[in-house]
């Protein structure tokens, strides 16, 4: 472990990416305040959390709601960084498109005004997502950071349970970069695309659990893989920290390592795993769907990151991740 590199603040801590974030900066020699929801019955495991190497000294553990955007203020006091990944996931449609969407926004503007109270957060690093970006009218197969999702036709053209969150994190993203400008913070944003590899938080996330729908036969999904992009949950990690700590660091980041058919991913699992029945290649060559552009990662290239790992290495630490919590 590294020497004291100062405090960050991860919004979010017990979430897929935000957990592995916490155990990548600790391993990089960061001390971090972390935020998770209130738990008025105590009745939340965090000791995937605290059992971290490096966290019985260096994390703190806050509770912040994104309804309350000013309870984030204890937990980013003090901090150089702020890495904004909590957000407000709905697919289940449990509550109005309009109430997620100000949550997502609302939160995250507090968050942002209580950087600058602060007067220590040198830098903010907003999580993003893929859904800000590809779901639009252009036919083009790879997108960069110039394209903005049209919330119109996400509207029109989508399944309405993936409304709330492909409209919030395009909306939100907006806001927060409107924001920053117009109050002199110095806010970078993250895009990434499906997110796979191992995980140490206690719930299935649903990025891992959407990409590996040949696997666990979830055939409602298959059309959402014909054009997959991905990339490895510590490569997400390592971009975060890059970005906070790259100084010339400017606007939006695509985060994509890889892009993959749908035959080519049941070609890879069929000859690795051949005790999962992954369906045929004449089957999978009949399913519709839209074929989502990929994501080029070049200006996060360009600037000198580098992804550690591809599609085989994301696609064997699920499985095994997901046999070792037997959610396979």
């Known amino acids: 472990m590294e020497g004291d590199k100062g405090t960050v603040c991860v919004t979010g801590g017990t979430g897929f990416i935000g957990s592995w974030l916490i155990k990548r900066l600790l391993e990089e020699g960061y001390s971090v305040n972390t935020t998770v929801r209130p738990d008025p019955e105590n009745k939340r495991d965090v000791s995937f959390l605290t059992n971290l190497p490096g966290a019985a000294e260096k994390l703190k553990i806050y509770t912040a709601d994104l309804n309350d955007p000013d309870s984030f203020d204890a937990a980013i006091e003090g901090c150089k960084g702020v890495l904004h990944v909590a957000t407000p996931v709905d697919f289940e449609s449990k509550e109005p498109e309009e109430a997620v969407i100000r949550r997502a926004i609302s939160g995250t503007l507090g968050i942002l005004k209580a950087c600058l109270k602060s007067k220590t957060v040198k830098r903010v690093v907003y999580t993003s997502s893929a859904s800000a970006v590809v779901f ?10 110039t394209h903005w999702t049209d919330v119109g036709f996400v509207r029109e053209t989508l399944y309405p349970n993936v409304h709330s969150y492909m409209v919030s994190k395009t909306l939100t993203e907006r806001a927060a970069l409107e924001f920053a400008a117009e109050h002199g913070l110095d806010l970078v944003t993250v895009i990434p695309t499906f997110v796979v590899g191992s995980f140490i938080c206690p719930k299935f996330p ?37 970005l906070l ?26 000859a690795k795993y051949p005790e999962f029945p992954i369906p045929a290649a004449d089957f999978l060559a009949e399913i519709k769907g839209t074929k989502v552009p990929g994501l080029s990662s070049k200006k996060l290239l360009d600037a000198g990151f580098r992804f550690k790992y591809g599609v085989e290495e994301m696609l064997d630490e699920a499985i095994k991740c997901c046999k070792e919590r037997n959610y396979l």
């Open 136 to 145: 639009n009218k252009n036919d083009e197969e790879m997108m960069d950071e």
């Open 206 to 242: 649903g990025s891992v659990r959407s990409t590996l729908a040949l696997v666990l036969g979830n055939k409602h999904e298959y059309s959402l893989l014909l054009n997959t992009s991905m990339v490895h949950v510590d490569d997400v990690a390592r971009a975060h920290i890059f």
């Open 245 to 270: 700590e790259y100084p010339e660091a400017k606007g939006r980041y695509n985060c994509s390592s890889d892009t993959i058919s749908l035959l080519k991913m049941a070609e890879i699992l069929s």
